[in-house]
């Protein structure tokens, strides 16, 4: 079956934009997760989602947000963009309610530039 | 702050050795441990993992060793493979398993 599908996987914006980031989850799954890749701080959690809700925020400012649809289907948007803020954006989904199940599965990430 | 650090960026290893790649973790309530792969231009793969209730998970070529008292865990690769060489995520979980606290990677090369 079809992996995860992040769009667009490369993007470039500059300081006070603001993007918009989509990920379709593999079929059946229901948790949708987000994380921010960069060089110095590894993957580091946004936020994740089951059944629309969201259950739980990692440490980022407001200007981070998500939401899901009732496809499963996930966006997240960050606006007033900052030079941090580039990075690489992963989402990953699961049939699982609990992350720990090591079913998890990555999407290939949305690169994000700011400049 | 960092609660689950790799504190080696990078490792060398030769083909048909074994690869050792740590990592620590400071927040006593993590009770799931695991490892994710990543190659280049791809999102991490789930490679093995381990729960707290154990010491020691074997799956294939990868073994991975928990230390709870240490706080410490370890993934062995044995025998190390060309293929292998990838950035190597360490990852925990704790009671909410929503989230997953990831390590900032340790890049293995497997030279021939």
């Known amino acids: 079956k079809a992996g995860v599908t992040q769009t667009p996987r490369y993007l470039i914006k500059t300081r006070g934009q603001q993007v918009t980031l989509s990920c379709s989850p593999i079929s059946g799954h229901r948790s949708v997760s987000w994380y921010q890749q960069t060089p110095g701080q590894g993957l580091q959690f946004l936020f994740e989602y089951f059944s629309e809700t969201q259950r739980n925020k990692g440490n980022f400012p407001g200007r981070f947000s998500g939401r899901q649809f009732s496809n499963s289907r996930s966006e997240m948007n960050v606006s007033t963009l900052e030079l941090g803020d580039s990075a690489l954006y992963l989402c990953?989904?699961?049939?699982?309610?609990?992350?720990?199940?090591?079913?998890?599965?990555f999407g290939e990430g949305s690169r994000l530039t700011v400049l | 702050d960092q609660q689950v650090k790799q504190n080696s960026p990078s490792l060398s290893v030769q083909e048909g050795r074994i690869s050792i790649l740590n990592c620590d973790y400071t927040n006593s309530m993590f009770d799931y441990f695991l490892w994710y792969k990543k190659y280049p231009a791809e999102g991490p793969t789930f490679l093995i993992s381990i729960s707290s209730i154990k010491d020691k998970n074997e799956d294939g070529r990868f073994t991975v060793f928990l230390n709870k008292s240490a706080k410490h865990l370890s993934l062995h690769i044995v025998p190390s493979q060309p293929g292998d060489s990838a950035v190597y995520f360490c990852a925990a979980s704790g009671n909410s398993g929503y989230a997953l606290n990831f390590g900032k990677g340790t890049s293995l090369l497997v030279t021939p």
């Open positions: 990953a989904s699961s049939w699982s309610n609990r992350a720990n199940t090591g079913e998890l599965f």
